[in-house]
C-alpha cells in the first residue's frame, strides 16, 4: 500500500535560519508528490507538487523540494524562514487519479 | 470567488445527536472530498465523490453519511455523533481526474462530541 512518512513532528528553527522538512514515500510506481501547509485554525494550501521532469522543484512563498527515487524522498526546504512560516506542513502522495494518502505532519515553531 | 466554503466552522453535539456538514464550491469542480484531520494522523479520507449523484467510500467512512445532490454542494452527515468522531473536518474539491491536480481545500469545521 502506498503511504507518506514525515519523522519529524515537530521542528523549532530561528528566523533566518534555513529549514529542511523531511518526507519518504512507498509507493511502486511513479510517484506524484505535494507539499500542503496549514497556518492556525486554517485550511490545507498547496505549496508546490511534482509529477516529472526536473526533481528539484520551486513553489509558493520561497519553499522548494527535491525529489529523490533512490532514498524515496521529497524533502523540502527553505533558505531562510519568516515568522510567518510557522505553521504545520503535510507531504502527500497521490494513490490514484483522484486521491490523496497524507503524512502525519510536521509542525514548525518559529523563534525570534 | 469564494473557493471552497464549509458551514459550519464550530459545533459542539452530544452523544447520539445528528448534524450535517455542508461543503460549497464556486470552482465547477468535479471531484469533491471529506477528510478528518486527527493529531499526528495528518488527514484521511472519509468519502468522496467524482460528480453530481455519485458518492464513494474512503479510508474511514463508518458512521458518516454524504450526499452529492448538487454539483458545487457535498453533505457530510452524521446519524448518531460519538466522542470518536470530535475532530476537525476538511473539504476539498478538484477539478478534473489526475495524479498531479491540485485539491483546494475548505478552511475546516472542528467539531466536539461530548
Known amino acids: 500500500a502506498q503511504s507518506v512518512t514525515q519523522p519529524d513532528i515537530h521542528i523549532t528553527v530561528s528566523e533566518g535560519a534555513s529549514l529542511e522538512l523531511r518526507c519518504n514515500y512507498s509507493y511502486g510506481a511513479t510517484p506524484y508528490l505535494f507539499w500542503y501547509v496549514q497556518s492556525p485554525g486554517q485550511g490545507l494550501q498547496l505549496l508546490l507538487k511534482?509529477?516529472?521532469?526536473?526533481?528539484l522543484v520551486q513553489g509558493i512563498k520561497g519553499f522548494e523540494a527535491e525529489f529523490k527515487r533512490s532514498q524515496s524522498s521529497f524533502n523540502l526546504r527553505k533558505p531562510s524562514v519568516h515568522w510567518s512560516d510557522a505553521a504545520e506542513y503535510f507531504c502527500?502522495?497521490?494513490?490514484?487519479?483522484?486521491?490523496?494518502?497524507f503524512g502525519a505532519g510536521t509542525t514548525v515553531t518559529v523563534r525570534a | 470567488n469564494a473557493g471552497v466554503t464549509q458551514t459550519p466552522k464550530f459545533r459542539v453535539l452530544k452523544t447520539g445527536q445528528s448534524m450535517t456538514l455542508l461543503c460549497a464550491q464556486d470552482?465547477?469542480?468535479?471531484?469533491m472530498y471529506w477528510y478528518r484531520q486527527d493529531p499526528g494522523m495528518g488527514l484521511r479520507l472519509i468519502h468522496y465523490s467524482v460528480g453530481e449523484g455519485t458518492t464513494a467510500k474512503g479510508e474511514v467512512p463508518d458512521g458518516y453519511n454524504v450526499s452529492r445532490l448538487k454539483k458545487q454542494n457535498f453533505l457530510l452527515g452524521l446519524e448518531s455523533a460519538a466522542p470518536s468522531q470530535t475532530s476537525v473536518y476538511f473539504c476539498a474539491s478538484t477539478e478534473s481526474p489526475g495524479l498531479s491536480d491540485t485539491q483546494y481545500f475548505g478552511p475546516g469545521t472542528r467539531l466536539t462530541v461530548l
Open positions: 502527500a502522495v497521490a494513490i490514484n487519479d483522484y486521491k490523496l494518502s
Open positions: 470552482m465547477n469542480h468535479e471531484y
Open positions: 511534482y509529477f516529472s521532469g526536473d526533481t
